[in-house]
């Protein structure tokens, strides 16, 4: 072989998501997708993200079209304290917060910064899959922790951590991908104690945390962290634009600076005027009442999806999310999701076969099915389609 | 030592880039700055880009807003196919091109993909500061190749070749970061053979190409590439805009596949406005004509330096780019560029020390001034505040 078609170490076995490749089989015209994470098209603010864009390069354009700090725009760090206070229950300052390349870029400079390859990383599971290619490229061990209707096990994960000796912990605490569970509030506290007690580093994604329908917010793990043991990353991707790639990182200031040093050779900064659209968002208070329109569509679009599942004969069972973007279904008779994805989509619907989210396989009989993308006639619709490949 | 105190092996011992550390010291308000590499203020297109953001959110924002393909928006990699052949004498296709965040992350992905700790790369002596922090990021070996007033001399490079058995070669073979100095044409064929012949990758790094005040211009070495041995990175942020953050990264589909699932950990996708932006420079024929007016304003202001140094009798010689935003000076009587710098801070005037650049360090006299920047007035003034420093 000639040295030229050999490739990195880590990428060597790593063949890319399977959900964005699942993306190009199912995106014929005509399917139905419940496959992805998309927000609905209704919901991306594109006539206010217009003016705005507008508004901003006219008036600061020789700021935000010139190189920016790898810190991030100061008046986005500074607006970003008040969002983390209000809707995570963080109290910290703009030296503690990373505006990023979306939250997907927030967990790759924390395995950069904080892990070598052979460490040991602990996940829910089932847990999302594009964190662990992320985990895969760093060649980490992953290892899933027994996970149920509310969340990570507390005690499966304590025993892990003695078992495992583990670097870090990735979790998803609200409305987690793929099932939409929620962790409770006792649960959390303790994992922030457990982080502390035993020295590891838990890596806190809460890019759901606002899309809540039912139920009462929840404060992020970070609220419990005393000394530094929590890293919180979000994303302004759900509740604003997945195309403008911005979200952000909370984390004590020293493993910052090696994320900020990781992220000069990774982009060298987010894009400015992306990260100044957020930051209008925040300070001109358009992210609420847009929030609360959101969560008004989703929670239809939920719980008209929770009621088609209520009537199919060949689910087993399905999670029951408060808010969110996804349904966790189990099949009766231990159908195989795979197995039944291309039949699916002959039919004109399409979803995640669950087994991808499980590090170690199996689970043949599970799918994610995401109720944000589609209205409520097109849910109908699709869910009509699924039950009849179930039949 | 805790833990949660110790960071990833890749980050130890690497302190961050120094010029943006620099930037923070020399950014004190009245000092004229020759040390960065921005673009001047009047060369930032604020008002068309303002209209253009407009225009794209408010008639395809539904699209734009939305998540991309990691592999890029197809209407710019397809625009960038005739950018590549008229620009850059580059023949391809738009499978081989991957739209990405900056140019930073183009050399970034290929080292994810395509090296491993301890592997040799060969550079420029001097090179780009930023590359070279990348380089010790992956744990490379980082070996400079002796550079002449042409640039890498082609029968160092097959020396160290063959004696040091390098993964890699980074280059920056047009108006070159830190000298200015352009490759001639004989010597970008040699490379290209080279690299096939001991079947090496050559990371060709050409963001200043279309920045040439005088002379010819010339093909970059991927033009003689004929087997998938040169990787071309591109940037707008010299002739567009940096905030932006977009770049292009060329080469050959098995390569280019593994760099797109190092960019879906990475950042998922670039933002597709600012990918869309850059199209629309390209489609409406926009980006010739701003081309040509930045050329006409730093041509000028490259031309008032050069003349300023001609003048100062501390200065031993400099370089004499035809293009590009630097010029590199060597000082007469071994000053030491870094200890100067302070005073000539003092004074109200930076630049960066020539030493960051060589990855053995040395060469202390020698210093990389930026005349991009400043407009001409203020180079008169701040190369006479640099002249009396050497007085």
Do not use: W
């Not at 929620?182 to 994604?205: C, F, G």
């Amino acid at each position: 072989m000639q040295e030229s078609e050999r490739f990195a170490a880590r990428v060597e076995g790593v063949s890319g998501s399977a959900i964005r490749e699942l993306f190009k089989l199912t995106s014929r015209p005509g399917v139905i997708s419940f496959g992805g994470g998309n927000p609905s098209p209704a919901a991306l603010p594109d006539e206010i993200v217009a003016d705005i864009c507008r508004e901003l390069v006219a008036t600061n354009g020789k700021v935000l079209l010139q190189y920016g700090m790898t810190e991030g725009l100061p008046a986005l760090r500074e607006s970003l304290t008040g969002y983390l206070q209000s809707e995570f229950g963080v109290t910290t300052d703009a030296g503690c917060i990373l505006p990023v390349t979306g939250s997907t870029q927030a967990f790759n400079l924390l395995l950069d910064a904080y892990t070598d390859p052979g460490d040991v990383i602990l996940t829910e599971n089932p847990t999302f899959l594009g964190a662990t290619q992320a985990m895969h490229l760093h060649q980490l061990r992953v290892i899933p922790v027994d996970s149920d209707e509310q969340g990570l096990r507390v005690d499966a994960l304590e025993e892990a951590i003695r078992r495992h000796r583990p670097r870090m912990l990735y979790t998803i605490p609200t409305f987690q991908n793929p099932t939409g569970v929620t962790m409770p509030l006792e649960r959390r506290k303790r994992i922030a104690e457990l982080a502390a007690q035993y020295d590891i580093l838990v890596a806190e994604d809460d890019p759901y945390h606002s899309l809540r329908y039912t139920g009462e917010s929840l404060p992020a793990i970070k609220a419990f962290d005393m000394d530094g043991h929590v890293a919180l990353m979000g994303s302004f991707s759900k509740v604003i634009s997945p195309g403008l790639r911005v979200g952000f990182l909370v984390c004590e200031p020293k493993l910052l600076r090696k994320c900020v040093i990781c992220k000069q050779s990774d982009d060298l900064h987010t894009a400015n005027l992306n990260q100044a659209v957020v930051d209008a968002y925040l300070r001109r208070d358009l992210l609420r009442p847009h929030v609360q329109e959101v969560c008004a569509r989703y929670g239809a679009q939920l719980n008209c999806m929770l009621s088609a599942l209520e009537e199919m004969q060949g689910v087993q069972r399905f999670t029951r999310p408060e808010g969110g973007l996804f349904i966790f279904a189990y099949l009766k008779n231990n159908v195989n999701a795979t197995e039944m994805l291309m039949k699916a989509v002959d039919r004109g619907v399409a979803y995640v076969p669950g087994t991808y989210f499980y590090p170690d396989g199996g689970h043949e009989n599970t799918l994610r099915l995401n109720f944000s993308n589609a209205d409520i006639p097109t849910i109908e619709r699709g869910m009509a389609l699924l039950n009849d490949c179930l039949k």
